[in-house]
């Protein structure tokens, strides 16, 4: 299965292999979509603040308890959970995870305030 992420409007759709998904644009429309392979418990997205979400992961690996993710800067993380996170870390320290209003199964991680590198650690 993959992910198909809207970076200008934040939505999302899951399709299989073989699965399609209309795309329609008004007259002078633009938009970019993403398209990730699911994870197994987490997807990470990436930094939604940037046109280009996913340049941001320079590493992630999944853990027993869930992923971990170096990112390139600070940034507003966005990941795909069909499990809720019990709770995240940056850089060692706990955070709030918020899940976005709109779309479900997608969550949030502020880490603006993160200088340089960063590790993100989410635990499902």
Same mark, same amino acid.
């Given at each position: 299965?993959? #992910?198909?992420?809207?970076?200008?409007? /934040?939505?999302?759709?899951?399709?299989? $292999? !073989? &699965?399609? +998904?209309?795309?329609? %644009?008004?007259?002078?429309?633009?938009?970019?979509?993403?398209?990730?392979?699911?994870?197994?418990?987490?997807?990470?997205?990436?930094?939604?603040?940037?046109?280009?979400?996913?340049?941001?992961? #320079?590493?992630?690996?999944?853990?027993? /308890?869930?992923?971990?993710?170096?990112? $390139? !800067? &600070?940034? +507003?993380?966005?990941? %795909?959970?069909?499990?809720?996170?019990?709770?995240?870390?940056?850089?060692?320290?706990?955070?709030?995870?918020?899940?976005?209003?709109?779309?479900?199964?997608?969550?949030?991680?502020?880490?603006?305030?993160?200088?340089?590198?960063?590790?993100?650690?989410?635990?499902?």
């Amino acid at each position: 299965k993959f #992910v198909i992420y809207d970076v200008l409007t /934040k939505q999302h759709s899951i399709v299989s $292999k !073989e &699965g399609k +998904v209309e795309i329609s %644009l008004g007259e002078n429309g633009v938009s970019l979509y993403l398209i990730l392979p699911i994870g197994q418990s987490i997807t990470a997205i990436g930094l939604s603040n940037k046109l280009i979400c996913t340049d941001a992961i #320079v590493n992630k690996w999944n853990t027993e /308890k869930g992923i971990k993710v170096t990112l $390139k !800067e &600070g940034g +507003v993380f966005a990941f %795909l959970s069909d499990a809720e996170p019990i709770k995240a870390f940056v850089n060692g320290n706990q955070v709030l995870v918020e899940k976005d209003a709109q779309n479900q199964q997608v969550y949030i991680i502020d880490c603006q305030d993160a200088a340089a590198e960063v590790l993100l650690e989410i635990e499902i």
